[in-house]
């Protein structure tokens, strides 16, 4: 008995509080245990435990550790049950937040206090809490030893807890009571919880067993360069995004870069999800009966993909179900609100164990206890809904890599036929690429929608049934009845969408044309009339983008206007049949519905027309993976058996060869049949041989017929015959790229012996080891015809994947005589050149290729006519150092196709070819014996190309001119980057003098100028109607949302209010999303907010019978409706009148740029101004504007009805405001980043597709395929990196706004229960505080994607701002005489001119007079300025001292159109549009049909073109390219010939054409131009002998002027010596 008397003697004294005071506190006469303080006392003894162990460790083990040593990633690792564990602490926690709110409401039921009832529950949240910290230290520690003081607290918990219960139902207590429910819950989950922790005990034996298991973290963790942690962290950092946080806190300090974002994890890499999807796939091939039936990708899919699906459908669901809770927790708040004041305490004496015992129920009742649920329910199901978005998006990614994966080694395989006869186009695969792989994606990131949304729409509709009866069917009706029209919507936007991109790609087509030929347009004063050309095409796009814009509005007016109808009808015919009036509370629960209901109805069109988009998607690639590979070639060379006699043959040579040969089988040839078979020793003199071969291109007619050749081993073969004759198929018949109609194809190995030579090249390669050698065994060098580049290096072209050796790179480079063009590079052979690169001509692109050839160290080499783009002496030069003497030296190979029959004689074997069969083959020497006609036939060929040989010296060779071209593209940009490199160089060193504060702030401003300057565009009335039309559109909506609450609470006597409707009204997920906020009319928002509120106020007095408030709301309704629909509209129409107007600007400023714009800024950059960037402002700015824009401004309305309903609410509202802030500020910046970062990853994946797609046969003959697989999967890998990254970027966000917007919610309802204002209007304040999570991150990430856009509006006016060239001049167009210059007339008067007034002089005081009628020649050495003189005619350099007077007038005062109206000019490259030969000649239309035959006839073109269909309307391709260079340049004299000026300017117009076209052009020039001034720049002196007047220049100064024969005759004359030296 002492141990009890004590017990109450010490209760006594601190009784008072934790026991009550009532008199049986603390009788223990029953027994202790059967004292209910007594047992709950008992239950705080684990808790105080744990905390007492607990805090020691975390703080000074921990503490101290993790301050001087940030754990790394490194060492974590998750102990056996984690995830488990995760889970039940978390369930734990909120069962003692129940138990604890039952504790306090039962404790305001008692007569005095019993802190008893909730201060252990209390005590159990904070140890569970700690227990969770503790658990997650210890694990990244790896330091299990201390998980027993949990395992001990378990044990301890669970027993106590067993007591309290057993106590319960000693005492008849049931699960009526709901404390007795919660404390089984609780002895259930310790219960668990011991299990786990004996789980680990029993997995990791660290306590109680021998030897402990030592584990290391899984692989992933223990590479630094990962830095994706998501698999890896706890439950909770998964959910919250939690280590995201360095990273995003991070980017405001430096941009994140590439290395920053780290490698992908095993698991996510494209490689692994490949295998994965490639494995499902094949395993339905093997288990079909049909051979026929192709797999289906939906069924790989599932198998491979279908459990995260799952999974993220899960999650989807319960943030479905649990979105139910917020409308069902709002009501009874509402309801509940009046009746919270009677509390009805009851007598002590009949309550067991001396406590009150409360009923579930009960406690729903209490309006505190709501607040709370509604709040943990929102988090919750935030909570989900992110993961289920995060996991289908990774899911997706996953999907893509491995579709690539799949698409790029199909594509390796895909037999030649199916790319050349257009069966599978660069175009198709490129599309699979970009378009098909992103849908399925886009549709893996919707697909839970399709499941969930049914479910989500028939809960909302049987809870609308419940509350109101048949008048919420009436209300379902409508919105289900308007959601055909929505789907209806979207797919004519789709189809709207693809007429824009057609205008628009044939807009850009036209405007590329332009920025090509602009010189030309502006010598002849054409640029207005092809400036209409594509104003036109623009007016067509425009006209499109406005039905696009009108689609587009209707789709946000429905979106916005159906819940409003949905609304209006259900609660008037409410009024009108129920018989029941309409209370708050369900009134109010039912908006919330509709706005529930609203969403997935909305979403379901886009999820639909998603779904449509996969079928097409996965219909076309199907087709593509089932399209025709290149053949298996073991059925081409003989039996199966000849193979085995090889490997057997070979085995005893030594078995490393053996080994080696099938080690390299195993590395490269991943998936991929060997492909050259080894044939016995019979034949190893010959390298390849054709047997009976007849080969095709896929129609079963055989392009090769008859073929019996060999290829004899180690000398120089070569291929000869008429253009079309089979030459190039013949090789790659022999590749194995063609089709094999029968016949086999027979590569020969080299005996051991002779191995050596493979790797003593030159000497120097000897210490290649005898493995590298073999590696090359099977690998064919082949130089394709049309020359293949990757978007690469000069030396990565070269040495295409082969060690480095700088000696024979050296070798190779000398015999292709790449120097002189490498030295013209700007960063020499480090030059990124392809498609992104720089373009170089057709011939240095050809000596790039033949490098690569020449360079790889294989034993067989295949040469496609590699002179076919290079002059005499280059050719000549690649046959004698390349062919014969560097791979002859190593007797390698060689076969040779070529139409350069001089070479012949160099041959050791000729095949000649005629009509795809061979006409003969052996030495020159048998030819000329067995077949003398033939062999005379290429006598009299051969003797006619040596004739060209003498000829050729006098033509400044092809080679000179591409070099020149390119140093002509240096030089200007050049200059372009040194000021561009100043200016950078500034930029740099204002930043070193900010801090790091300025910087940050810098880059997280918001671009509020372009902002403007772009809304000043659409026009200052469009900004009107769309600002004034939206502040309107958000009273309304206030406005029926408070008539709504006025009129129920008008019915029962409890004021209560409904609006969940701006939700319902506006709740639009827009996927493109983001513009500006009107801050600056938040004020006078606000006040109409007020204004509204008095009015109804005051009117609702005056009506006080129900139905008299009908009316009011049909009104407010229907004009909400309307300005719905304004508001939509206004905003697309101001979008299309700010791209119309920035368009027009940006093409009349380019186009009227002084022709020096042209030289210093890359052509690539203009046109992304007219690509990318119009297409941004065309059709992603006025969407996200909108958005921006309503769900600023929806927030705003919210925040404001609840700071009217409850003003303590502004209280809490500063701290949200600044952490909201915070948020936005550093999420902004980094989206920007990784936005960026994931988009400049996308195109170098795109490019290498298209390159791989393009270039095939070299990389099979090569066999290289293993390589382009790695380089791709890297490339994938990269890009799959940054997209998952910014996905999970937004997440954070989204979880953080979202925790957010369940604060305010909270906020909101515990200031309304406490200043316990009218229920109606606490009502109106929840909702639309509910309002406020959904929108929250829609104004963040709409913020963040219009600062991105808005770029491009900064990019278009940074253009806008060029200097135009003047061209009014100072002459009006009347005072110039008709026919002027008549004579032809030219005074030089000391002429000084530069290209920009920053650069020095090219002409310095030039006097010259040139009679009229005067053939004048010009010449000078390169860079003297005798192009510059020919730009100075027209006016287009900056002629700054002196003048020219052209028949009296000097030119620099008349105005451009004109002067350069009445000029003619012939170009060095003859520049052609596309359309017609008409256009062409005469864009105009001044002349008629027989001033432009005689133009033609005259150029000698007349007969050609009449053979046109057509005539002169015949089409001219892009560029003229269906006609030859030649021929251009013909057209061009024809179009200088119809515009009758008697001034004509040649500049270089005889550089780029073969001799016949030249001698054309001379004659022409001395007839038809006999009466007009010809001034001819040459290039060539030899083509100016005749003339009556020569100007020799030399470094922009006029040093010798007279007429050819006397300059010839001074000996030292600089005239002279340029003639001696043919420069």
């Not at 227990?131 to 027993?159: G, M, Q």
């Not at 509202?1213 to 400049?1240: C, E, G, H, T, W």
Request: glycine share 6%; aromatic share 10%; charged share 20%.
């Amino acid at each position: 008995m002492s141990t009890k008397s004590n017990f109450s003697a010490q209760s006594g004294d601190m009784g008072l509080s934790f026991c009550g005071n009532g008199t049986n506190a603390y009788s223990v006469g029953k027994g202790v245990l059967d004292n209910g303080c007594f047992v709950d006392a008992i239950n705080l003894v684990p808790h105080v435990f744990l905390l007492f162990i607990t805090f020691p460790i975390l703080f000074i083990g921990w503490g101290s550790q993790s301050s001087k040593v940030q754990i790394h990633h490194n060492t974590w690792l998750h102990f056996p049950g984690h995830n488990l564990r995760w889970i039940l602490t978390f369930t734990l926690l909120f069962v003692h937040v129940c138990e604890i709110a039952e504790g306090i409401v039962s404790n305001t039921q008692m007569e005095s206090n019993h802190l008893h009832l909730f201060m252990p529950a209390l005590m159990g949240f904070i140890a569970a809490t700690t227990s969770v910290v503790y658990y997650h230290n210890i694990e990244t520690a790896n330091f299990p030893k201390l998980l027993l003081a949990l395992f001990i607290y378990w044990i301890l918990a669970f027993i106590t807890k067993m007591i309290k219960l057993w106590k319960f139902a000693e005492a008849s207590l049931g699960v009526q009571e709901l404390r007795f429910c919660i404390t089984a819950l609780l002895v259930v989950l310790y219960g668990l919880l011991m299990a786990v922790e004996i789980n680990v005990i029993r997995v990791r034996k660290y306590v109680f067993f021998a030897n402990p298991q030592r584990v290391k973290p899984p692989e992933d963790l223990q590479d630094l360069g990962v830095r994706f942690l998501q698999p890896f962290v706890n439950l909770l950092s998964k959910a919250t995004y939690w280590w995201m946080n360095p990273l995003i806190i991070g980017a405001h300090k430096r941009p994140i870069e590439l290395k920053k974002i780290g490698k992908l994890p095993i698991a996510m890499r494209a490689l692994t999800n490949y295998l994965r999807l490639k494995d499902s796939y094949e395993e339905q091939r093997q288990n079909t009966e049909d051979p026929e039936k192709s797999p289906s990708i939906w069924k790989s899919m599932y198998r491979a993909f279908g459990g995260p699906i799952l999974l993220s459908s899960t999650f989807r669901y319960m943030a479905d179900l649990l979105g139910f809770a917020g409308p069902l927790c709002i009501s009874g708040i509402v309801e509940h609100l009046d009746n919270s004041t009677e509390i009805n305490r009851t007598k002590t004496g009949n309550m067991p164990l001396g406590v009150y015992f409360m009923s579930s129920t009960e406690l729903l009742q209490n309006t505190s206890v709501l607040a709370v649920l509604l709040f943990l329910a929102l988090v919750l199901q935030r909570t989900f809904l992110q993961a289920s978005y995060y996991v289908t998006i990774e899911t997706g990614i996953n999907l893509r890599g491995a579709l690539l994966a799949m698409i790029y080694n199909k594509m390796l395989r895909l037999s030649t036929s199916n790319m050349s006869m257009g069966e599978m186009t660069l175009g198709q695969i490129n599309n699979l690429v970009a378009i098909e792989t992103n849908q399925l994606m886009w549709f893996l990131f919707l697909c839970p929608n399709l499941w969930a949304m049914p479910v989500q729409i028939i809960m909302g509709v049987i809870l609308l049934y419940y509350l109101l009866g048949k008048s919420a069917l009436i209300g379902a009706g409508v919105i289900l009845l308007l959601a055909p029209v929505q789907y209806l919507i979207a797919t004519k936007l789709a189809d709207t969408q693809k007429s824009t991109l057609d205008y628009s790609t044939d807009r850009l087509k036209k405007t590329t044309e332009i920025l090509k030929g602009i010189k030309l347009l502006k010598l002849y004063a054409w640029e207005n009339i092809f400036c209409d050309r594509v104003e036109e095409t623009r007016g067509k796009e425009l006209t499109s983008l406005k039905t696009f814009a009108l689609y587009t509005s209707m789709s946000i007016f429905l979106n916005a206007a159906i819940p409003i109808a949905a609304v209006l009808a259900t609660f008037v015919t409410h009024a009108y049949i129920e018989e029941v009036r309409l209370s708050p509370a369900k009134a109010f629960a039912s908006l919330a519905l509709f706005h529930i209901l609203v969403t997935p109805l909305f979403l379901l069109s886009t999820v639909v027309r998603f779904a449509v988009k996969a079928l097409v998607s996965v219909q076309k690639l199907s087709e593509f993976l089932q399209s025709d590979e290149i053949g298996d070639d073991s059925w081409r060379n003989g039996d199966m058996s000849m193979s085995l006699e090889v490997g057997k043959k070979y085995k005893y040579q030594g078995d490393t060869t053996a080994f080696n040969r099938k080690g390299r089988y195993r590395m490269d040839n991943y998936e991929q049949p060997m492909r050259r078979q080894l044939r016995p020793t019979e034949t190893e003199d010959v390298a390849v041989q054709v047997n009976d071969g007849f080969f095709t291109w896929g129609s079963n007619l055989s392009t090769l017929s008859d073929i019996n050749i060999q290829i004899p081993t180690g000398q120089l073969t070569m291929i000869v015959g008429q253009v079309g004759c089979g030459k190039s198929s013949l090789l790659l018949a022999m590749l194995g790229e063609m089709q094999t109609i029968s016949g086999k194809v027979f590569w020969s190995k080299l005996p051991d012996c002779e191995i050596l030579f493979d790797g003593n090249i030159s000497g120097h390669d000897t210490e290649l080891s005898h493995e590298e050698r073999s590696k090359n065994r099977y690998s064919v060098a082949y130089a394709t015809q049309k020359s293949w580049l990757l978007n690469a290096t000069v030396e990565e072209n070269i040495t295409f994947g082969s060690p480095f050796n700088k000696q024979r790179y050296k070798a190779v480079i000398d015999a292709c005589s790449l120097q002189p063009d490498i030295d013209l590079l700007p960063f020499g052979d480090q030059t990124e050149i392809g498609e992104r690169g720089i373009n170089l001509s057709g011939g240095q692109r050809q000596r790039i290729c033949v490098a690569r050839a020449l360079y790889q160290n294989t034993n067989i080499v295949f040469l496609d006519d590699p002179f076919s783009a290079l002059d005499i002496h280059l050719s000549d030069h690649l046959m004698q150092e390349g062919i014969l003497k560097f791979l002859q030296d190593d007797k390698r190979t060689v076969v040779l196709v070529t139409h350069k029959l001089q070479y012949l004689i160099h041959a050791d074997w000729i095949i000649a070819m005629k009509d795809g069969s061979v006409l003969r083959e052996g030495t020159l020497k048998d030819i000329q014996t067995h077949d003398v006609e033939l062999y005379e036939h290429w006598k009299t060929l051969m003797n006619r190309h040596d004739q060209e040989l003498e000829k050729e010296p006098e033509l400044e060779s092809q080679t000179t001119l591409e070099r020149k071209t390119l140093r002509r593209a240096f030089y200007s940009r050049e200059a372009k980057n040194q000021i561009d490199d100043e200016d950078e160089e500034e930029e740099v060193e204002e930043d070193e003098d900010d801090n790091m504060s300025t910087t940050t702030s810098r880059r997280s401003k918001i671009p509020w100028k372009m902002c403007c300057s772009y809304l000043s565009s659409g026009g200052f009335l469009m900004v009107f109607l769309m600002v004034s039309s939206k502040l309107a559109k958000h009273s309304v909506m206030v406005a029926i949302d408070y008539w709504l609450a006025d009129w129920t609470s008008s019915n029962s006597q409890s004021q209560s209010l409904a609006d969940s409707f701006v939700n319902a009204t506006n709740y639009t997920k827009n996927f493109n999303a983001t513009q500006i906020a009107e801050v600056t009319h938040n004020c006078c928002f606000l006040f109409e907010i007020f204004y509204f509120v008095v009015i109804l106020k005051w009117s609702s007095l005056l009506f006080l019978q129900h139905h008299s408030y009908v009316p009011v709301f049909i009104i407010l309704c229907g004009a909400g409706i309307a300005l719905c629909l304004i508001t939509s509209l206004t905003v697309e129409f101001l979008g299309v009148a700010a791209a119309t107007n920035l368009h027009h600007n940006l093409l009349n400023k380019i186009i009227h740029a002084p022709i020096r714009f042209f030289d210093v800024t890359p052509l690539g950059q203009i046109l992304n101004r007219f690509s990318a960037d119009t297409n941004i402002i065309d059709q992603h700015i006025p969407p996200t504007l909108e958005s921006l824009t309503r769900s600023t401004l929806l927030c705003l309305s919210a925040i404001g009805v609840i700071a009217f309903v409850t003003p303590a609410f502004l209280v809490a509202l500063v701290p949200l405001a600044v952490a909201f802030y915070f948020i936005q500020k550093y999420f902004r910046v980094a989206s920007k980043d990784l936005q960026d970062l994931d988009d400049s990853t996308q195109l170098p994946l795109l490019c290498h597709f298209s390159e791989t797609a393009e270039g095939l046969t070299t990389i099979r003959a090569f066999r290289h395929e293993a390589r382009f697989k790695q380089r791709m999967l890297e490339l994938t890998d990269t890009n799959n990196t940054a997209y998952l990254f910014l996905s999970a970027a937004n997440r954070w966000l989204e979880v953080r706004t979202d925790y957010l917007g369940a604060v305010i919610v909270l906020t909101a309802a515990v200031a309304a229960i406490w200043t316990s204002s009218e229920s109606g209007r606490v009502g109106l304040g929840l909702t639309y505080a509910l309002t406020v999570t959904n929108y929250l991150n829609w104004v963040v990430r709409n913020l963040a994607d219009l600062e991105v856009q808005m770029a491009a509006v900064k990019k278009v006016n940074s253009f806008l701002s060029t200097e135009s060239e003047n061209y009014e001049g100072s002459m009006d167009v009347s005072q110039v005489p008709e026919d002027w210059p008549q004579h032809g007339e030219i005074e030089i008067h000391d002429l000084c001119v530069r290209y920009d007034s920053l650069l020095k002089p090219v002409l310095k005081h030039v006097n010259a007079h040139i009679n009229p009628g005067q053939k004048v020649g010009i010449c000078g050495r390169t860079g003297s300025g005798k192009s510059s003189l020919s730009l100075a005619f027209f006016n287009m350099v900056d002629v700054f001292e002196g003048k020219i007077v052209i028949d009296g007038i000097d030119i620099c005062k008349l105005p451009l159109q004109t002067l350069r109206s009445r000029l003619s000019i012939i170009l060095q490259d003859p520049v052609l549009f596309s359309g017609s030969i008409r256009l062409n000649l005469d864009p105009e239309c001044t002349c008629n049909d027989d001033r432009l035959w005689e133009a033609l006839e005259i150029a000698q073109l007349k007969n050609m073109v009449k053979a046109l269909p057509g005539g002169l309307d015949a089409v001219v391709t892009e560029g003229g390219e269906n006609f030859s260079v030649g021929q251009r340049q013909l057209f061009c004299l024809a179009r200088a010939f119809v515009r009758k000026s008697s001034i004509l300017i040649m500049d270089e117009a005889t550089a780029s054409i073969d001799m016949a076209t030249e001698n054309i052009l001379q004659k022409v020039v001395m007839t038809a131009f006999a009466d007009r001034t010809v001034v001819t720049i040459a290039h060539l002196v030899s083509s100016i002998l005749e003339a009556e007047q020569v100007l020799v220049f030399s470094s922009g100064t006029l040093v010798e002027c007279d007429s050819a024969s006397n300059l010839l005759a001074q000996e030292d004359s600089l005239f002279s010596i340029l003639v001696r030296t043919h420069k």
